[in-house]
């Protein structure tokens, strides 16, 4: 059984940085793309951040381009998101995800279950 469990989330200050970690076990991704999603209460889950198999090329969602940094270990079947300057809008909760259905920004076949960031002003 595949599983992907995160971890790292807490409650944090404006301005802080905190590291989600993911990891996977069940399948190794060494040749997948990986990412990290989140979801605002009210809102629809959104795209973060994805890495290629490598960890060479990355894509990152606007609005944390340049605060957040996505990296992975494939030797340890994981995949973490380093997030600075933490603003209130980033309250989320977080889910990493493993091998895209189509684009990296889209769908996966695999999910985690969340961890929780909250950010106070």
């Known amino acids: 059984q595949v599983q992907l469990v995160e971890s790292g989330g807490t409650l944090v200050q404006t301005g802080d940085s905190l590291r989600l970690s993911c990891a996977a076990s069940?399948?190794?991704?060494?040749?997948?793309?990986k990412g990290w999603f989140r979801q605002a209460p009210g809102k629809e889950r959104e795209f973060v951040a994805a890495?290629?198999?490598?960890?060479?090329?990355?894509w990152y969602a606007e609005s944390v381009k340049g605060r957040f940094t996505i990296s992975r270990d494939n030797t340890k079947n994981t995949h973490d998101l380093q997030m600075s300057s933490l603003k209130p809008e980033d309250s989320a909760v977080y889910y990493c995800?493993?091998?895209?259905?189509?684009?990296?920004?889209?769908?996966?076949?695999?999910w985690g279950q969340g961890t929780q960031v909250t950010v106070s002003s």
């Open positions: 995800a493993a091998e895209p259905r189509s684009g990296v920004m889209g769908e996966y076949f695999y």
């Open positions: 069940g399948r190794r991704f060494y040749n997948r793309a």
């Open positions: 890495i290629d198999w490598s960890g060479v090329t990355t």
